[in-house]
């Protein structure tokens, strides 16, 4: 099965995708550098897994690695407006940790607005976000993520760890999926 055959078009190349990792390393090796808390990227599963493991290996300063597994998504492509925890965070040093949650995509915003509430309210020193993507026109919730990587329109999109019915994670780029095969 060729999962190209799949995609409209090609919305971020493999090359500009590994620009945007490097630049937004380079913000946040400058925003931490001395902050004297611990940095923990929280990757979000599963779809951060490709986005988090590129970006840290261009963070240059010291950082840990940890993951959650948090859901508003069942298996359509609608969020269903609700935020299911499905693997938490347990750490016993949160209060000298400062996070940055790494997600691959906001949409509506609710997940990452709740998740970031949650995680201050766990006693985190700080928390702030990464996005690879942000779809500011789908956004229910007042939400603006701390660092992203390239704002896009309102399409499906697939590759670089974002699937649809968990394929498609694989393509080393982010393409715009033919609707054909999600309204199937």
Do not use: W
Not at 7 to 19: F, G, M
Not at 67 to 74: D, L, P, Q, T, W
Not at 104 to 122: A, F, H, N, P, V
């Amino acid at each position: 099965m060729d999962l190209n055959s799949d995609v409209e078009k090609v919305l971020i190349s493999e090359n500009r995708l590994a620009e945007t990792v490097r630049r937004i390393a380079q913000e946040i090796d400058r925003d931490y550098a001395g902050s004297g808390y611990k940095l923990l990227l929280l990757g979000i599963l599963k779809g951060s897994v490709v986005f988090m493991g590129d970006l840290m290996k261009q963070i240059k300063i010291p950082v840990e690695i940890d993951f959650m597994k948090v859901s508003s998504y069942g298996r359509s492509t609608v969020s269903s407006g609700s935020v299911n925890i499905l693997l938490d965070l347990y750490r016993k040093d949160l209060a000298q940790v400062d996070i940055l949650v790494v997600e691959d995509i906001i949409d509506s915003g609710r997940t990452l607005s709740y998740l970031c509430e949650y995680l201050k309210l766990k006693g985190a020193h700080s928390v702030k976000t990464v996005t690879l993507l942000d779809k500011p026109s789908r956004r229910e919730v007042e939400f603006t993520p701390d660092y992203v990587g390239a704002e896009i329109p309102d399409e499906f999109v697939v590759g670089y760890g974002l699937d649809y019915a968990e394929q498609y994670r694989t393509l080393p780029y982010v393409g715009v999926l033919k609707p054909e095969v999600y309204n199937a």
